[in-house]
């Protein structure tokens, strides 16, 4: 599978900058929501990973993980309560050797029934392929509902690439507003429109990095 090009990336950065700027903004007006750090910590995430999946799915290309990501934080809030309640009971386990009489000897028989015979080197390398594959499905916003392995490579492929593009524009944003905070004593008044300035030029700074 061929990579996005560079103009579609740079397409993409410029569509996530201006994704970013508008929800944080506008999260900017609520700050009484967000009294301690974890809270602006979460809010910025969420408004990170928003603003990406709202510009993938402005680029050509099927891709399931944006409309995964735009599902759960909408869903997320009536989640949140029913989650925290369900784990809030832990599974207690018993193990044999606590059990006496026939209690005991059934346990252990349980356990030896239970217990596998030496595999094959086929079979344990189909389990180890099994086991990443469910973990790459986790992973992956909307990744248990890939049916086939190929569709599911393309889509973490694509989520990747996408991922450490906005890392890439978060962390030019980030050394965008160290400059702007250093130079806060010579002008103070036009602060966000020094930044805005700034990051604007994130997109022609990624098309040639250093």
């Given at each position: 599978?061929?990579?996005?090009?560079?103009?579609?990336?740079?397409?993409?950065?410029?569509?996530?900058l201006?994704?970013?700027?508008?929800s944080?903004?506008?999260?900017?007006?609520?700050?009484?929501?967000?009294?301690?750090?974890?809270?602006?910590?979460?809010?910025?995430?969420?408004?990170?990973?928003?603003?990406?999946?709202?510009?993938?799915?402005?680029?050509?290309?099927?891709?399931?993980?944006?409309?995964?990501?735009?599902?759960?934080?909408?869903?997320?809030?009536?989640?949140?309560?029913?989650?925290?309640?369900?784990?809030?009971?832990?599974?207690?386990?018993?193990?044999?050797k606590?059990?006496?009489?026939?209690?005991?000897?059934?346990?252990?028989?349980?356990?030896?029934?239970?217990?596998?015979?030496?595999?094959?080197?086929?079979?344990?390398?189909?389990?180890?392929?099994?086991?990443?594959?469910?973990?790459?499905?986790?992973?992956?916003?909307?990744?248990?509902?890939?049916?086939?392995?190929?569709?599911?490579?393309?889509?973490?492929?694509?989520?990747?690439?996408?991922?450490?593009?906005?890392?890439?524009?978060?962390?030019?944003?980030?050394?965008?507003?160290?400059?702007?905070?250093?130079?806060?004593?010579?002008?103070?008044?036009?602060?966000?429109?020094?930044?805005?300035?700034?990051?604007?030029?994130?997109s022609?700074?990624?098309?040639?990095p250093?």
């Amino acid at each position: 599978m061929r990579g996005p090009s560079t103009t579609t990336m740079a397409t993409f950065k410029q569509s996530f900058l201006k994704n970013l700027l508008s929800s944080l903004k506008s999260s900017s007006k609520n700050k009484a929501a967000m009294s301690t750090l974890s809270e602006r910590k979460r809010a910025i995430k969420s408004s990170a990973d928003i603003a990406m999946a709202t510009a993938r799915t402005g680029i050509a290309g099927a891709a399931r993980w944006p409309h995964a990501i735009l599902a759960s934080s909408s869903s997320s809030s009536s989640s949140s309560s029913s989650s925290s309640s369900s784990s809030s009971m832990p599974r207690t386990t018993f193990p044999c050797k606590m059990m006496q009489g026939k209690v005991r000897r059934r346990c252990k028989s349980i356990v030896r029934r239970r217990t596998p015979l030496m595999s094959s080197s086929s079979e344990v390398a189909r389990r180890l392929v099994k086991k990443r594959d469910k973990v790459l499905r986790r992973m992956i916003p909307g990744g248990e509902l890939i049916a086939d392995e190929i569709s599911l490579l393309h889509e973490a492929m694509d989520y990747v690439v996408h991922l450490h593009a906005q890392v890439d524009v978060l962390r030019r944003v980030s050394r965008a507003a160290v400059a702007r905070r250093s130079s806060a004593s010579s002008s103070s008044s036009g602060g966000l429109a020094q930044l805005k300035e700034r990051t604007v030029q994130i997109s022609g700074e990624t098309e040639n990095p250093c």
